[in-house]
Every structure is written in structure tokens, then in C-alpha cells.
């Protein structure tokens, strides 16, 4: 499962903050752009409440989209 961009939006995250927190993680800017970033990658940096909100928002997302 990934986070998207849309999951970082739909929390009202700012791109700024979370291109900073990409940064600072070793974590692809252009990947979570294009693709998203998956769930290890975004824990691998350590516990997060930021982090843990963008995955609920992802699973939401996921349910949502595939009829659940």
C-alpha cells in the first residue's frame, strides 16, 4: 500500500512541509509525486503521528476506492 500526494492534500499537509520531511527522511520527493511512497519507507524513519495520519488517510482512500 502506498501514501500519494492526494492522502498528503486531503489532510491538508502542506507540499512544502512534507517535501522537507521527505528530505530529511532520505525519502523521494518525486517518487511520493509520481507513485506514492509505501508504508515501510515512510516508518523506516521512526515513529511518526504525522506518518501514522497519512497511512490512515491511505487506507481510507483505499477502501473508498475499491468499494469497501
Given at each position: ?20 520531511f ?46 469497501g
Amino acid at each position: 500500500m502506498t501514501v500519494t500526494i492526494q492522502d498528503v492534500r486531503a489532510l491538508n499537509y502542506c507540499s512544502r512541509g512534507a517535501r522537507e520531511f521527505c528530505e530529511k527522511k532520505g525519502l523521494s520527493w518525486d517518487k511520493l509525486l509520481r507513485e506514492g511512497l509505501t508504508y515501510e519507507e515512510l516508518r523506516a524513519g521512526g515513529e511518526d503521528a504525522m506518518v501514522e495520519r497519512l497511512i490512515q488517510q491511505a487506507e481510507q482512500r483505499n477502501a473508498i476506492e475499491s468499494g469497501g
